[in-house]
């Protein structure tokens, strides 16, 4: 992220596929299953996602038979990644889960985790979580709609502070300058 524009950046780059395009998708769902686990999300309070508005997606991690999984592994110095795209692909956002991260390799996580979305633009989303169990990545997909900001919705107002750098204090929303999340009301 630079420091002068205080805005992250990605590299982008375009990519030759051989064959027809698959046809785009645009469902939602908020299950998902990789190999033996059941990723589940739901938002905070069952309230819609709106542009603007940082919300907690909360996640659960389970056997397919229901029981709590525990054994989520560190991946770059989280127990989760979740990635966040709109359909015009012309941004993202990356998101660690609230918490204590690991220290140390052989520390263990889940069944719960919980992140921080303020969407910058209403429509159809993709968003995966990355985990790691055994060594091996394990990437759940799901499909989410957000909603435009409420019509004349005033900006929020109040102390915002970020859910990883609780240093991180401000006026009002915005992003974390350290890791680029949603700052969340106080």
Do not use: W
Not at 1 to 27: D, N, V, W
Not at 95 to 104: D, N
Not at 142 to 159: I, R, Y
């Amino acid at each position: 992220m630079p420091t002068f524009t205080g805005k992250q950046q990605y590299s982008q780059t375009l990519m030759q596929i051989a064959g027809p395009p698959a046809t785009r998708a645009e469902t939602t769902n908020n299950t998902a299953e990789v190999d033996d686990l059941r990723f589940d999300l739901t938002l905070e309070n069952d309230e819609p996602l709106r542009v603007g508005v940082a919300l907690l997606l909360r996640g659960k991690v389970t056997t397919k038979d229901g029981r709590v999984f525990t054994q989520l592994e560190p991946v770059m110095g989280a127990f989760a990644h979740m990635v966040a795209f709109p359909t015009s692909l012309d941004s993202i956002a990356h998101i660690h889960p609230l918490g204590k991260e690991p220290e140390q390799a052989s520390e263990r996580g889940g069944p719960f985790l919980s992140f921080a979305f303020a969407p910058e633009k209403a429509g159809y989303y993709k968003v995966f979580l990355q985990t790691q169990v055994g060594g091996r990545n394990r990437f759940a997909a799901f499909g989410m709609k957000v909603e435009p900001a409420l019509p004349g919705a005033a900006k929020a107002s109040g102390e915002h502070v970020c859910p990883m750098h609780p240093e991180v204090k401000q006026e009002g929303p915005g992003v974390c300058p350290k890791c680029g999340m949603a700052l969340m009301k106080k």
